[in-house]
């Protein structure tokens, strides 16, 4: 057994060996599977570049992937026809439109837990907001058709589980019908006017603004339309749940007292300057991010340097669509030399607003929306 805290110097010279292709500064959280975040500072683009979004997988990618040969199969027991569409059909036959829209892990924020939840450690970075280009899920819906009774559909996708036993799913999630009938809810095969990257999906995937990043299935294949809640892989249990009342820290919550998360909470984060900036007295200092909040709208952002005792209001932008997170400005002067926090605080279109602690724990460690803040020091 090594000595506490030593790293064989084979790994220590070779982390290069882990960098993303076309992803530089991402921090790598886990190689099997892949799952990787974004530093802050990396997320100052208003639009996020495909270089700079984050990376999560929940099995293997699929192996030799032919977008010639790619195919969409709609099911289900609440289909009124069963039909499968190719690449060309989807691009063709729909109208294509381009929207932002934000994407987030629902674990987004793990790190912070205490006591400590399972999962991927995120920090802050597992988040972003591309262009997304495609067409709505809707129109291929009622292209095929569905019947009274549906309530939710479901997908399927060409990722491999871990083990790589085919008659297993890495993950197959789902949304209710309202939410996929929604006019921004999108089957996509790009990103910023370009073809997917692999780690996003190529050739095609679902695209579902506001919630759980894991509702957006990515090397998307079939979409089942169900009369039941879904119940694919990752969709039962304690997955992508939380409490339905206040838990106290630490104990199991029995299944049935779990609910499935939908809406994600409102959220901020600080992206210029990177932390732990230098700068001298009487300069003012610029400050930049970005604010999103589920299905809602953000209706104001705030900073303070003073540990939350004051705040001031920063400049907020529209969204450039319903679901895209919404950019935001400020300027700050500091009173004299010393240590300071910028924090950023969002309140949602429904008065609500992000927490300045760690919310309410849960066992996985989901929705932690407390505010984003960044290290100043004045000389």
């Known amino acids: ?65 032919d977008q010639n040969n ?7 027991e609440s289909v009124k026809t069963s039909k499968t569409y190719t690449l060309a059909d989807l691009k063709g ?8 829209l934000t994407l987030e892990c629902g674990g987004n924020g793990r790190a ?23 067409i709505r899920l809707k129109d291929v819906l009622e292209d095929s058709g569905f019947k009274d009774d549906a309530i939710y559909i479901g997908y399927y996708s060409a990722d491999r589980h871990l083990s790589q036993d085919p008659a297993k799913d ?35 995937r679902l695209v579902i603004g506001g919630w759980p990043g894991s509702t957006s299935g990515k090397w998307l294949n079939r979409i089942v339309i169900r009369n039941r809640v879904h119940d694919g892989a990752k969709m039962t249990g304690s997955s992508y749940r939380v409490p339905k009342y206040p838990v106290k820290a630490g104990p199991e919550v029995p299944d049935e007292d779990m609910e ?17 900036l230098e700068i001298p007295l009487n300069q003012t200092l610029e400050l930049h ?36 997170w919404q950019n935001w400005d400020a300027t700050v002067n500091f009173p004299k030399k010393g240590y300071y926090e910028a924090w950023a605080r969002a309140v949602d279109s429904e008065g ?19 505010c984003h803040r960044i290290a100043v020091y004045v000389v």
């Open 289 to 324: 991010g970005h604010a999103w909040a589920g299905d809602l709208e953000v209706a104001s952002l705030s900073i303070s340097i003073d540990f939350g005792q004051t705040w001031i209001d920063a400049k907020l932008k529209k969204p450039a669509n319903r679901h895209a």
């Open 260 to 276: 499935i998360i939908e809406s994600m909470p409102v959220k901020s984060l600080i992206t210029s300057p990177k932390s732990g």
């Open 352 to 370: 609500t607003s992000q927490p300045m602690l760690i919310p309410g724990w849960n066992p996985k460690g989901y929705l932690n929306n407390s």
């Open 112 to 134: 912070e837990f205490y006591p400590p939840a399972s999962g991927n450690q995120w920090t802050t970075g597992a988040v972003g907001c591309p262009e997304w280009n495609g």
């Open 1 to 65: 057994m090594l000595p506490r805290g030593l790293v064989p110097i084979a790994l220590a010279n070779s982390h290069m060996a882990f960098a993303i292709d076309g992803k530089p500064g991402l921090t790598i959280l886990n190689d099997r599977p892949l799952n990787a975040e974004t530093p802050a500072h990396l997320l100052n683009d208003d639009i996020t570049p495909a270089s700079r979004l984050f990376v999560r997988n929940n099995g293997l990618p699929p192996l030799n992937v």
């Open 170 to 204: 890495a993950i197959s999630r789902g949304v209710p019908m309202w939410k996929a009938l929604e006019e921004e809810s999108m089957i996509a095969w790009g990103m910023n006017g370009n073809p997917l990257l692999s780690h996003h999906g190529y050739p095609l």
């Open 70 to 76: 790619w195919t969409l199969s709609i099911g289900g």
């Open 93 to 100: 036959n729909f109208k294509n439109f381009t929207q932002a």
